[in-house]
Nanobody, 125 residues
Framework: QLRLVESGGGLVQPGGSLRLSCQASGLTLDYFAVAWFRQAPGKEREGVSCVAPSVGETYYVDSVKGRFTISRDNAKRTVYLQMHALQPEDTAVYYC??????????????????WGQGTQVTVST
């Protein structure tokens, strides 16, 4: 069983930065695609980013391209989401999830059997 725990969220001013971490236990992440999702109150869950298990291809939703960077450290069983130039619309609970598959269509959230508990990101003055 793969367990995921997110950390790194918090309150930040517009234009600020945060780095989220997704720590895995139970299994290594080598063969898993790992994705970040977010959900704001009253909004549907949104796929934010995904890093593939093989050559580490990365994917981003248009709204975060150029601002967010996803990376992985398999030895540490950790995936990161570095976020810059944060804006109020980035406010949400951020979740990481993993699946033994590619990142194609990750934004649907399908076949992600393992999910973290979420970490709150609030961007506000």
């Amino acid at each position: 069983q793969l367990r995921l725990v997110e950390s790194g969220g918090g309150l930040v001013q517009p234009g600020g930065s945060l780095r989220l971490s997704c720590q895995a236990s139970g299994l290594t992440l080598d063969y898993f695609a790992v994705a970040w999702f977010r959900q704001a109150p009253g909004k549907e869950r949104e796929g934010v980013s995904c890093v593939a298990p093989s050559v580490g291809e990365t994917y981003y939703v248009d709204s975060v391209k150029g601002r967010f960077t996803i990376s992985r450290d398999n030895a540490k069983r950790t995936v990161y989401l570095q976020m810059h130039a944060l804006q109020p619309e980035d406010t949400a609970v951020y979740y990481c999830a993993a699946r033994v598959d590619k990142c194609s269509d990750y934004e649907t959230g399908r076949r992600f059997a393992s999910w973290g508990q979420g970490t709150q990101v609030t961007v506000s003055t």
